[in-house]
């Protein structure tokens, strides 16, 4: 049972201006994977240093599996830590790299075989076990950093952006494999990324980060569907979540949303709001495009912009009003810019924000 517990840490470096942890409180059950996911310099390695013990806050506690950690060295915490720049040593083989911490821990030298073993079969390094590290792969390097920390069997596993020095195509496989990883060794594990696409795949949860915040803490699919606020979904997400100032016309029996020529219905959160503007926030896999013909109901007049042949889909910028969506559809839709477009945006997909400070409106 090893739960995290942070309350209120907060940190500021020597000379630096504004807090890089800001009175942060996060809490991550037994064998939870949390991803930190935020912008570069948001304080994710700053608080997954300061849960390491590399780290020492100004104010706050942490607590590991009901312990309270605040004042123990990194060694007294039981966890293990792998970082973006793999310190894997060269001058070892694989085998001896990953045994490193269970020797150092005077563990008997049957008991390291097996477990460097067994470490290494769930990173599939069996057949490396007798080469130095130095001729590995960058994959493998990081397969090898990986099997050090579990091989320890720690309470908590820490990573720090572990896949940020692979190409594309090893980040893709190595993501899949470590899902498949976290899940066979279920230990509590905190993810620091600014990847969205990563955090959405590995994360049980999702923690988004800003400026030593922070903002939101859900499963991905709610971070994705419901973002708490207009920067979440502008981080998260490919294109970002489209944001559309609209005006509030309130009426004795319906209050309605005005965009560009077009009204519609408003929702109630939005009617009791009580605000003269909002934002409509819409995925662009949510807008149906088609040519304007005939008379459409509750949709916007739009005109092509670009049109992005992207492969298993077009990418379509249009232009509503002075404001701009993107948009997603299939590639055979028939499409120039410069052409008139009717938009469709599922009405169940749409999410309404304030607009002075792009807070979510709860429905
Ligand atoms: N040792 C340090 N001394 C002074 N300021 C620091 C130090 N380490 C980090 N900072 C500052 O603290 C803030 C948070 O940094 P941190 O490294 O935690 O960000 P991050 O979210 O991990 O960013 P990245 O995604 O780029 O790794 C930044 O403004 C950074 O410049
Ligand atoms: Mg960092």
Redesign the pocket.
């Given at each position: 049972m090893a739960d995290i517990v942070i309350e209120r840490l907060s940190k500021t470096?020597s000379?630096?201006k504004a807090p890089?942890v800001n009175d942060l409180s996060l809490t991550i059950p037994d064998r939870q994977f949390m991803v930190l996911l935020?912008p570069?310099?948001?304080?994710?390695?700053?608080l997954l240093r300061m849960v390491a013990g590399l780290e020492y806050p100004d104010a706050g506690r942490v607590m590991i599996g009901g312990r309270d950690v605040t004042d123990l060295p990194p060694r007294k915490r039981d966890i293990a830590m792998v970082f973006q720049s793999y310190a894997v040593f060269p001058h070892m083989t694989v085998f001896d790299n990953i045994g490193f911490g269970l020797k150092m821990k005077r563990r008997p030298a049957h008991e390291i075989k097996q477990r460097v073993e067994q470490a290494a079969g769930l990173l599939q390094l069996e057949p490396y076990l007798g080469r130095y590290s130095a001729q590995l792969s960058g994959g493998q390097r990081q397969r090898v950093a990986v099997a050090r920390a579990i091989v320890m069997e720690p309470s908590v596993l820490l990573m720090d952006e572990p896949l940020s020095n692979l190409d594309a195509l090893l980040r893709l496989q190595f993501r899949a494999e470590l899902k498949k990883l976290v899940k066979e060794i279920q230990t509590t594990t905190v993810y620091?990324t600014?990847d969205q696409v990563e955090a959405l795949s590995l994360g049980d949860r999702v923690a988004v980060m800003r400026a030593g915040n922070i903002l939101q803490v859900d499963s991905p699919m709610t971070v994705y569907d419901f973002p708490a606020t207009e920067f979440v979904g502008g981080f998260i997400g490919n294109p970002p979540m489209n944001f559309l100032r609209v005006a509030v016309r309130p009426d004795a029996g319906q209050t309605r949303v005005v965009i560009g020529d077009q009204e519609l219905p408003a929702p109630a959160e939005v009617a009791a709001a009580g605000d003269d503007t909002v934002l409509l926030g819409i995925r662009a896999e949510y807008i149906q495009a088609s040519s304007p013909n005939g008379a459409a109901l509750n949709g916007l007049d739009a005109q092509a912009l670009v049109v992005e042949p992207l492969g298993s889909h077009l990418l379509i910028t249009a232009g509503v009003g002075d404001q701009q969506l993107k948009v997603v559809t299939r590639t055979d839709f028939e499409v120039q810019p410069g052409q008139r477009l009717h938009l469709q945006p599922e009405v169940d997909k749409i999410r309404w924000l304030r607009a002075s400070d792009g807070t979510l409106l709860r429905a």
């Open positions: 470096y000379g630096g890089a935020g570069s310099g948001c304080g994710k390695t700053t620091v600014h």
